[in-house]
């Protein structure tokens, strides 16, 4: 084995800062009781630890190695090297994680680096996989650029036949385009303005609109057709917005008011008339993003300002304790994964920097997905999961897809 120092992690503040308030998965239960897909998913997890704490400073090929150690995430040396299956409690790379020795943060009053204790949960995880035998992680999934978007990439939602629609602001004027997969195609109707918040009606194939500015509401199935409300949300910024294919209905939760603050108000359209929906639980969510758990039947609300993660059954919200959190983020995308079964939650801002993490929420937890590939930075990244192709989306000025495991 090698000596602890050795491995000591000389990492940049920032990236180590990062890693610890990223809480992992729950607890597993006995190591000798570990189902194949439990061995995996811990294995995953694993690498997705080492290799935000470690990485840099001990196998990323842009830096130099720090110590003897360039292999972090090479598996096999890892555990030949690292770990003691006979004894758990005594591999290297256990006991330094757990004695605090990595990874070291630069002091900003002393400026040496000094070491740094994980999170409880981080440093279990690590143990909980080598008593698990120490099972092989697999390669990460990976974001693929496909095509340039060439509409600005706010406003964006399904549409009919398993396109998307894209309302932005040009410079003569607010214009909806339609991508097909093919090409954008420029379509002459009038619609809502930029300001819009859209959801897709699958009950009704129809892409449903809530202008933001207008508080008119549109919908689309080759063109805009405006909606006549007797009542409907009044102005606002920066709303959610999902639709409760369970119920039938496009529910509308909160945002910033036009005049500043934050709005807690619950909205249902029924493809007839808007609705408000008086609920005890009261998110502050403005800036948080939305998605429909179809197997839960619950819509699923995180962040904005506040690290929650809040869940609507159609006649109030409950806020879900989890063991693992997102954290904070404003403007982060979500959409409902088929394939796993799960919300999925991407990007968005965090910690006032711009995250690249895909998290997923199956009704009871929060987990960090492993998924690579260099996506653009922006707020407002429109994801959603298209069945016919396989493959999730994401759009944010360029577009990208990732087959989901």
């Not at 290297?92 to 204790?117: A, F």
């Not at 918040?197 to 509401?217: C, G, H, I, N, P």
Request: aromatic letters at 10%.
């Amino acid at each position: 084995m090698f000596h602890r120092l050795t491995i000591a992690c000389a990492c940049a503040a920032v990236i180590c800062l990062a890693l610890a308030v990223v809480v992992r998965a729950q607890a597993v239960k006995s190591d000798k009781n570990l189902t194949d897909k439990e061995k995996a998913a811990i294995a995953q997890q694993v690498r997705v630890l080492l290799k935000q704490s470690c990485y840099r400073c001990h196998g990323d090929p842009k830096f130099k190695a720090s110590g003897k150690i360039n292999y972090i995430l090479d598996h096999k040396r890892v555990v030949s090297k690292l770990v003691d299956l006979k004894k758990p409690e005594e591999s290297d790379l256990y006991t330094i994680i757990e004695d605090g020795e990595m990874p070291r943060v630069k002091s900003e009053t002393t400026g040496r680096y000094v070491g740094t204790k994980l999170p409880q949960a981080d440093i279990d995880l690590v143990l909980d996989w080598i008593k698990a035998g120490a099972p092989a992680w697999t390669e990460p999934m990976k974001w693929e650029k496909v095509a340039d978007v060439d509409v600005p990439y706010t406003n964006l939602c399904e549409g009919p036949n398993g396109t998307i629609i894209c309302v932005a602001l040009r410079a003569d004027g607010d214009k909806t385009s339609v991508y097909d997969f093919k090409q954008w195609k420029l379509l002459d109707t009038q619609g809502p303005s930029s300001q819009a918040q859209m959801a897709y009606d699958s009950k009704r194939r129809v892409t449903v609109a809530f202008d933001l500015e207008t508080r008119e509401t549109w919908e689309f199935s080759s063109k805009w057709t405006k909606v006549a409300t007797k009542d409907s949300p009044e102005k606002r910024e920066h709303t959610q917005i999902a639709f409760d294919s369970g119920r039938g209905v496009v529910v509308l939760y909160g945002g910033i008011a036009k005049g500043g603050g934050t709005l807690a108000d619950t909205w249902e359209f029924n493809g007839k008339a808007w609705a408000s929906v008086q609920t005890v639980g009261r998110p502050a969510a403005g800036a948080g993003c939305m998605a429909y758990d179809v197997k839960n039947k619950v819509c699923v609300l995180h962040g904005g300002a506040l690290n929650e993660t809040w869940l609507y059954e159609g006649k109030d919200w409950t806020k879900k304790a989890t063991a693992t959190t997102p954290g904070a983020r404003n403007y982060a995308g979500s959409c409902w994964d088929p394939v796993g079964q799960r919300v999925l939650l991407y990007g968005g801002s965090k910690d006032n920097a711009l995250s690249h993490e895909l998290w997923a929420f199956d009704g009871d937890d929060w987990t960090l997905l492993d998924a690579e590939g260099e996506l653009p930075k922006m707020n407002g990244a429109f994801i959603y999961y298209n069945s016919a192709r396989k493959k999730l989306y994401h759009l944010a000025g360029t577009m990208h897809t990732l087959d989901l495991k």
